[in-house]
């Protein structure tokens, strides 16, 4: 049995989780509604303030799937009750972000600033060389950090670039002299 997969999912007050055909899970709560399609295949059922995953038999890909549908509901529940941040930091002389309404200016070391525009449903912050990525939806909020991470990956000799706060990078040493 899939130990993450036979979680039931508590259902916190104020949140709501409703099923439709085809496995169509829509989740509303203080900060949002979440929708999503999952395996028509798992069997998910709302049992008093408990959303519970099964699956039909024990083959491998209903057994990856059991798991990872019920991990994707888990972070839908999470995400409408608390959401997400991903905050990025920036390393180097001259590099800076700046906030312009729902555009994010970055300034990167090219010779010419980087633009991006926060997707729907997301929020950009910026404080001196931190970036905060905000929402509901966890795929949204790490992909759109991936976007502005590899605008200018942070380079492994001085550290420079865009990382996230948690990421830790190899650093290497440099050139030595002749011998």
């Known amino acids: 049995m899939s130990r993450i997969g036979k979680m039931p999912i508590a ?3 104020g949140v709501t989780v409703e099923l439709a055909e085809n496995n169509k899970v829509t989740v509303k709560g203080p900060k949002g509604t979440l929708e999503r399609v999952l395996a028509p295949q798992m069997e998910i059922k709302v049992e008093g303030n408990e959303v ?7 083959l491998k890909q209903m057994k990856s799937l059991h798991g990872l549908t019920r991990t994707l509901i888990n972070n839908m529940v999470v995400g409408v009750t608390q959401g997400y941040e991903k905050v990025l930091e920036i390393n180097g002389v001259g590099y800076r972000a700046a906030k312009e309404g729902k555009k994010l200016n970055l300034t990167l070391g090219y010779s010419h600033p980087v633009i991006m525009e926060d997707p729907a ?4 912050s910026v404080d001196q060389n931190r970036i905060i990525v905000k929402g509901i939806d966890k795929e949204k909020v790490g992909q759109y950090a991936a976007e502005i991470r590899s605008k200018r990956g942070p380079e492994p000799y001085k550290g420079k670039g865009i990382k996230y706060a948690d990421e830790v990078i190899r650093r290497k040493a440099g050139k030595t002299g002749k011998k």
């Open 121 to 124: 449903g997301l929020e950009s």
């Open 52 to 58: 519970v995953v099964n699956r039909p038999n024990d």
């Open 11 to 13: 259902i916190p007050a």
